[in-house]
């Protein structure tokens, strides 16, 4: 018997991309899917119009306060019938096959708890995505799964949902490393399954250096445990990632290291320098 798979889309004022979204999940090859979309509080007239009386196969909306991304995904889960879950933002489409192939790989192999896919952007830019090959360090330095990625909703139920405390975006990263705390593994389709929109005004674009600082801070706050037990010695990963951050995203240096001198070295001193020293 399929199982079956519930496609998330939160929506606030994304009313004239929406269509797109859910046609992309409407269409795909897995026929054992529904799709809840959550309206969270849009205040754009288009959006409500649209989704008031919205009607689609295997689609119902919610309609919420606006209590921001992470919550609205979390109310869509926990009203979520399937045993497995696919975010998708409104303004994002997902290739027919994508549902087919995910539930394939983590029905052959119990110890996968994260499916994901390349990803090709579209909109403003046209190209692939490039990410390294999946490693928990280099997941812990940087996010390279985005937020389209197929998971079990017993471990969203195990891991507390979608952390509301991430308020600079990164709501994504901080769910996969939950989960990946848990012990599952990461697989990646090698084809093209999602295609994420590129837009002026999105919120990775107006990320500025203050709130990319508050991002990455409250990453290692939440998942202070995982970051230690995993990296014998945490400094060569920060200043790792400054060097990348000084050769790819042009931010002010030092962005780690200052996160250092406030979380790590008090952290040190309360663990005691062997339990974190040790290789």
């Not at 288009?46 to 989704?51: A, E, K, P, R």
């Not at 195990?158 to 989960?179: A, H, R, T």
């Not at 990775?204 to 706050?221: D, V």
Request: one cysteine or more; glycine letters at 6%.
């Amino acid at each position: 018997m399929p199982s079956l798979v519930s496609i998330v889309i939160p929506c606030y004022n994304q009313g004239i991309f929406l269509e797109d979204s859910v046609n992309s999940a409407l269409a795909q090859t897995y026929d054992d899917i529904e799709i809840i979309i959550v309206n969270d509080g849009s205040s754009d007239k288009f959006t409500n119009d649209l989704l008031r009386n919205y009607s689609k196969p295997k689609t119902r909306v919610i309609t919420t306060k606006n209590n921001g991304l992470a919550e609205a995904r979390n109310v869509g889960i926990s009203n979520a019938k399937g045993k497995y879950i696919l975010p998708l933002d409104a303004d994002d489409k997902i290739a027919p096959f994508y549902c087919e192939k995910a539930i394939e790989k983590i029905e052959g192999d119990p110890t996968l708890g994260i499916i994901h896919c390349q990803t090709k952007y579209f909109g403003a830019r046209d190209d692939l995505r490039q990410d390294p090959e999946y490693s928990l360090e280099v997941m812990l330095s940087k996010n390279i799964i985005l937020c389209s990625g197929l998971f079990k909703k017993s471990d969203w139920e195990k891991v507390g949902g979608y952390n509301s405390n991430m308020v600079y975006g990164g709501e994504d990263w901080d769910f996969w490393l939950s989960v990946i705390g848990l012990g599952r593994k990461v697989y990646k389709i090698p084809e093209v399954c999602f295609f994420y929109r590129i837009r002026q005004n999105s919120m990775a674009r107006s990320m500025n250096e203050e709130k990319f600082r508050a991002l990455r801070k409250q990453i290692f706050l939440n998942h202070t445990q995982l970051y230690l037990e995993n990296f014998p010695d945490p400094i060569s990963l920060f200043w790792e990632k400054e060097k990348c951050l000084r050769r790819h995203e042009r931010l002010l240096g030092s962005i780690e290291h200052k996160i250092l001198s406030k979380l790590f070295y008090p952290l040190r001193k309360l663990l005691g320098k062997k339990d974190i020293d040790k290789s």
